[in-house]
């Protein structure tokens, strides 16, 4: 069959916002359901606290995403919910008080859209919360509820908070606190899919899906592919699959996965032995053991035989998330791997991807410390902010950058240099892990590439052969950059 994703999606560049930590600001009138105790905003995260980040303060915010190069925005869950990372969902058709509700999510889709911002929600659709009415249902009413084959009720009696007592009943990871659905029940699957078409209605641009493996029923997701596609073709569907997933990207079912496997091999070629195991080795995605440049090349090969090219276009490519460590923490809060894995991230295919506060430099280790609250701007890393804003203004400048072919042009130690092209553009990103300068002559490494070469982007340094060449680059050490070809000299 032939493989169709969303067009735009090759174009975005998106921002995932943890609602809870990016952005406060006072509602434009008084909401006492919002007039609560939150913690300071520059604190350490914990588990329960809220900060009280709303979606006013993510409006007020849209001209800095805007100035970033942003024209996508992913959201962590935002539906009513008792915990700050609202995954245990009480009320999937309202948004959570704390963020302003229904009112301040359509002011915020309205604003983003007149920006040409796109917006995409997070599904949370394997399991619900102890909270969520038809579940506190069966914990009021026992084996009377009518809704007791909307969950999967093992024996009696039900224990959901007093962890002496088994629960007896089926939930996440055997967290009592996220009792799964039965996907089985007709009632279950068609209510899931409702919510899905609802948000859809109202505007938003697509969803990421939360742990779509664990549900087993077939069919499932390709039912809800089918009914949101038939409201909006070009609606986003990704899911959260940490590993290869061709099974999903069959063209029947998702459109992209959050591309952990894009993210680990990424960051250990970047950072080498920079990386801090203890915050890498709990996560599924192995930024480790350290690659050289022909082991990160093996890796990206693999990965891009995994799937169709229409694909790998619309992949969400992250290097940090709100279930990972952020990426300079990892790199051992080395601002020059960071630099460089976003310089990979920015130039190759598919959508790439930042999480709240990295490009200024934002640290954290495994949650909830990689959670922090957006920090004030003194406290901004700029130069880390001026390299993202550069590679996101250049990728939307060059088509190569976002839908041209990518070859894997040279791995010789920690040098690693690839090539993008679009019809007549060619460009050529070289990266340099290592200590040392590097020098090597294009003309000799890809013959009939080019003999005249131009630095777009980086510290790179481009010297003539002879008159009619400039093929000699030195990439300096822990660096690299973008070179677009030139025309033959006339």
């Given at each position: 069959m032939t493989i169709r994703t969303p067009e735009w999606v090759k174009h975005a560049v998106f921002y995932q916002i943890f609602p809870d930590r990016f952005a406060r600001s006072q509602p434009p009138h008084h909401c006492p359901e919002m007039a609560v105790t939150l913690e300071p905003w520059d604190t350490a995260p914990t588990l329960a606290g809220y900060k009280g980040g709303n979606f006013w303060g993510i409006i007020d915010k849209l001209d800095y995403l805007?100035?970033?190069?942003?024209?996508?925005?992913?959201?962590?869950?935002?539906?009513?919910?008792?915990?700050?990372?609202?995954?245990?969902?009480?009320?999937?058709?309202?948004?959570?008080?704390?963020?302003?509700?229904?009112?301040?999510?359509?002011?915020?889709?309205?604003?983003?859209?007149?920006r040409h911002i796109r917006v995409v929600l997070d599904g949370v659709f394997n399991h619900a919360s102890r909270g969520f009415f038809f579940f506190n249902d069966i914990l009021e009413n026992g084996p009377h509820s009518p809704w007791l084959d909307w969950f999967k009720v093992e024996r009696w009696p039900l224990s959901a908070y007093d962890g002496r007592l088994p629960a007896n009943y089926v939930s996440w990871v055997n967290n009592r606190a996220l009792p799964q659905f039965n996907h089985d029940n007709p009632a279950v699957r068609e209510y899931i899919m409702q919510i899905g078409e609802y948000w859809i209605r109202q505007g938003i641009d697509g969803w990421r899906l939360d742990v779509p493996f664990e549900v087993k029923t077939p069919g499932f997701w390709e039912e809800f592919r089918d009914r949101i596609k038939a409201i909006n073709p070009e609606a986003y569907i990704v899911g959260e699959v940490w590993k290869p997933a061709a099974e999903w990207l069959d063209g029947k079912t998702f459109d992209a996965v959050m591309n952990y496997v894009f993210a680990g091999p990424t960051m250990a070629f970047a950072a080498g032995d920079r990386v801090v195991l203890k915050h890498a080795e709990i996560p599924d995605y192995y930024p480790y053991p350290a690659l050289d440049a022909a082991g990160y090349q093996a890796k990206i090969e693999e990965l891009l035989d995994l799937y169709d090219w229409e694909i790998h276009q619309v992949q969400l490519n992250l290097i940090s998330s709100h279930d990972i460590a952020r990426a300079l923490t990892v790199m051992g809060d080395d601002v020059a791997s960071m630099q460089l894995a976003v310089l990979l991230q920015m130039t190759f295919p598919g959508a790439p991807c930042i999480y709240y506060g990295d490009e200024v430099g934002l640290r954290g280790s495994l949650d909830p410390d990689c959670r922090w609250a957006f920090p004030a701007e003194e406290k901004w890393d700029t130069d880390l902010l001026k390299h993202h804003q550069a590679l996101i203004q250049l990728r939307h400048q060059h088509p190569a950058l976002r839908t041209g072919a990518y070859h894997p042009l040279m791995a010789d130690g920690l040098l690693y240099g690839f090539v993008r092209q679009h019809s007549q553009e060619v460009l050529v990103v070289l990266v340099n892990s290592g200590e040392g300068d590097r020098t090597i002559d294009l003309s000799q490494v890809a013959p009939g590439l080019g003999d005249r070469w131009q630095v777009l982007y980086g510290p790179l340094t481009v010297e003539s052969k002879t008159e009619e060449t400039q093929s000699v680059i030195t990439v300096p050490s822990r660096s690299g950059g973008i070179l677009t070809r030139l025309e033959p000299a006339a």
């Amino acid at each position: 069959m032939t493989i169709r994703t969303p067009e735009w999606v090759k174009h975005a560049v998106f921002y995932q916002i943890f609602p809870d930590r990016f952005a406060r600001s006072q509602p434009p009138h008084h909401c006492p359901e919002m007039a609560v105790t939150l913690e300071p905003w520059d604190t350490a995260p914990t588990l329960a606290g809220y900060k009280g980040g709303n979606f006013w303060g993510i409006i007020d915010k849209l001209d800095y995403l805007q100035s970033l190069g942003i024209n996508a925005i992913y959201l962590t869950p935002i539906f009513q919910s008792t915990c700050n990372h609202r995954y245990h969902t009480h009320d999937y058709y309202r948004v959570d008080p704390l963020l302003g509700g229904n009112e301040a999510f359509a002011e915020f889709l309205a604003a983003a859209h007149d920006r040409h911002i796109r917006v995409v929600l997070d599904g949370v659709f394997n399991h619900a919360s102890r909270g969520f009415f038809f579940f506190n249902d069966i914990l009021e009413n026992g084996p009377h509820s009518p809704w007791l084959d909307w969950f999967k009720v093992e024996r009696w009696p039900l224990s959901a908070y007093d962890g002496r007592l088994p629960a007896n009943y089926v939930s996440w990871v055997n967290n009592r606190a996220l009792p799964q659905f039965n996907h089985d029940n007709p009632a279950v699957r068609e209510y899931i899919m409702q919510i899905g078409e609802y948000w859809i209605r109202q505007g938003i641009d697509g969803w990421r899906l939360d742990v779509p493996f664990e549900v087993k029923t077939p069919g499932f997701w390709e039912e809800f592919r089918d009914r949101i596609k038939a409201i909006n073709p070009e609606a986003y569907i990704v899911g959260e699959v940490w590993k290869p997933a061709a099974e999903w990207l069959d063209g029947k079912t998702f459109d992209a996965v959050m591309n952990y496997v894009f993210a680990g091999p990424t960051m250990a070629f970047a950072a080498g032995d920079r990386v801090v195991l203890k915050h890498a080795e709990i996560p599924d995605y192995y930024p480790y053991p350290a690659l050289d440049a022909a082991g990160y090349q093996a890796k990206i090969e693999e990965l891009l035989d995994l799937y169709d090219w229409e694909i790998h276009q619309v992949q969400l490519n992250l290097i940090s998330s709100h279930d990972i460590a952020r990426a300079l923490t990892v790199m051992g809060d080395d601002v020059a791997s960071m630099q460089l894995a976003v310089l990979l991230q920015m130039t190759f295919p598919g959508a790439p991807c930042i999480y709240y506060g990295d490009e200024v430099g934002l640290r954290g280790s495994l949650d909830p410390d990689c959670r922090w609250a957006f920090p004030a701007e003194e406290k901004w890393d700029t130069d880390l902010l001026k390299h993202h804003q550069a590679l996101i203004q250049l990728r939307h400048q060059h088509p190569a950058l976002r839908t041209g072919a990518y070859h894997p042009l040279m791995a010789d130690g920690l040098l690693y240099g690839f090539v993008r092209q679009h019809s007549q553009e060619v460009l050529v990103v070289l990266v340099n892990s290592g200590e040392g300068d590097r020098t090597i002559d294009l003309s000799q490494v890809a013959p009939g590439l080019g003999d005249r070469w131009q630095v777009l982007y980086g510290p790179l340094t481009v010297e003539s052969k002879t008159e009619e060449t400039q093929s000699v680059i030195t990439v300096p050490s822990r660096s690299g950059g973008i070179l677009t070809r030139l025309e033959p000299a006339a």
